[in-house]
Nanobody, 128 residues
Framework: QVQLVESGGGSVQAGGSLRLSCAASGYIGSRTCMGWFRQAPGKEREGVTTIASYGSTSYADSVKGRFTISQDNAKNTLYLQMNSLKPEDTAMYYC??????????????????????WGQGTQVTVSS
């Protein structure tokens, strides 16, 4: 069983930075992708960024150039470095992991609905 625990959220002023961490317990070595997603009050969940097990990354247009996803395989930890934060970045941030078919090559990570395991989330609040 895989468990994900996010940390690093908080309240910052616009223009500030935060670094989120997602610690995974259980074996995730066979994962296809990991990702960060967010949901603001009254809005649908949206994908922020994903990273494939081989390192390929993708970002939502709204965070390109400001956010960076990375993973430390030795520590079983996923990170999200968030710079130049904006009030519209305010949301609950979740990490998730996707286990695909190990015999299939994935050129990109799937949508959020296909991710298997989710953390409990960490709140990010950006004030203007």
């Amino acid at each position: 069983q895989v468990q994900l625990v996010e940390s690093g959220g908080g309240s910052v002023q616009a223009g500030g930075s935060l670094r989120l961490s997602c610690a995974a317990s259980g074996y995730i070595g066979s994962r296809t992708c990991m990702g960060w997603f967010r949901q603001a009050p009254g809005k649908e969940r949206e994908g922020v960024t994903t990273i494939a097990s081989y390192g390929s990354t993708s970002y939502a247009d709204s965070v390109k150039g400001r956010f960076t996803i990375s993973q430390d395989n030795a520590k079983n930890t996923l990170y999200l470095q968030m710079n130049s934060l904006k009030p519209e970045d305010t949301a609950m941030y979740y990490c998730a992991v996707y286990f695909g078919d190990p015999l299939r090559w994935y050129s990109r990570c799937p949508p959020a609905r296909d991710f298997s395991y989710w953390g409990q989330g960490t709140q990010v609040t950006v004030s203007s």
